[in-house]
């Protein structure tokens, strides 16, 4: 790929921290000018230039191929776009490529490659200087679209959200008003809960049991914590906690089928365990 008037051959290739489980590099094609990049809530004008034909564009990017387009920094939208306008000045422009994401067979044989263009931005602000009301319809929204990309079949996309939401929420916990504050654990509680839930569909147990840890420090009678720790524990072989836990689960909703199923799903998991043991052990001592 070409760069324009300005490019420096010599630019280094570097990595861009994403939240997906993914390979992002971008290295410089023309410099910006001044001191000022991207903070949250900056709005952006971007062009991403690429071959519009490719299927895969349409399935990482959320925005138009070859057209300049706004994207507000911290909303959650792309994370991998974020990610690369992060550090970047106005009137620069990089050279990306994307490979390994899990979510998507091609890309963890393939690479996508494409340019990124910043032309301008709005001031944006930092967390710290976000006031209580702003912080949290920011949560509210970041949950609601979390919900609505878990509803989607995007796992990355909706943990994302969920993560943004929690860390916002951290910056709160000395500032809610008492008479705020049920309501603001509950929602932290299901942040965390719904993080689990995305961990446990992206199949990663132990993140899984630390975000349904968490949501039960806060709430220890949310069920839907509770279930996904219990499936946590049972992917880990924990399966004397796991049992617990679904228990716990059919204590305080006794009809709840799939905590029912979950135990029956472990106690068949714990005979298959104890045949292979056996098999084992015969051939052993045969």
């Not at 932290?188 to 839930?197: I, P």
């Not at 992917?235 to 906690?241: A, I, R, S």
Request: aromatic share 6%.
């Amino acid at each position: 790929m070409e760069g324009g008037a300005g490019c420096d051959d010599l630019t280094a290739w570097e990595l861009v921290p994403v939240w997906r489980c993914s390979v992002v590099r971008r290295r410089f094609l023309e410099r910006g000018s001044g001191d000022e990049t991207p903070r949250g809530g900056s709005v952006c004008r971007i062009l991403i230039e690429s071959d519009a034909t490719d299927p895969l564009c349409s399935q990482l990017l959320p925005y138009p191929i070859n057209h300049w387009t706004p994207l507000t920094m911290g909303e959650g939208e792309c994370d991998i776009i974020e990610g690369v306008l992060e550090g970047m000045r106005a009137g620069e422009r990089c050279e990306v490529v994307i490979s390994g994401l899990e979510s998507s067979p091609c890309l963890q044989t393939q690479e996508l490659r494409l340019t990124l263009q910043l032309h301008s931005f709005t001031p944006g602000r930092d967390s710290w200087e976000l006031s209580f009301d702003e912080k949290w319809g920011s949560i509210a929204r970041h949950k609601q679209k979390g919900g609505a990309r878990f509803r989607e079949g995007d796992m990355w996309g909706a943990a994302h959200r969920y993560s943004l939401a929690t860390r916002l929420a951290v910056t709160l916990q000395r500032v809610v008003p008492a008479e705020w504050d049920p309501e603001f654990q509950r929602v932290r509680s299901e942040l965390h809960a719904n993080l689990a839930a995305c961990q446990l569909r992206l199949g990663q147990p132990h993140n899984a049991l630390l975000s349904a840890t968490r949501a039960l420090g806060l709430q220890p009678r949310c069920t839907k914590a509770l279930y996904r720790r219990g499936l946590a524990l049972s992917m880990l072989g924990e399966f004397k906690q796991a049992r617990a836990d679904l228990r716990r689960v059919l204590e305080l909703e006794p009809a709840s089928k799939p905590a029912l199923q979950a135990l029956r799903d472990l106690e068949r998991r714990e005979r298959e365990q104890r045949g292979q043991l056996a098999r084992a052990m015969s051939k052993l001592f045969n």
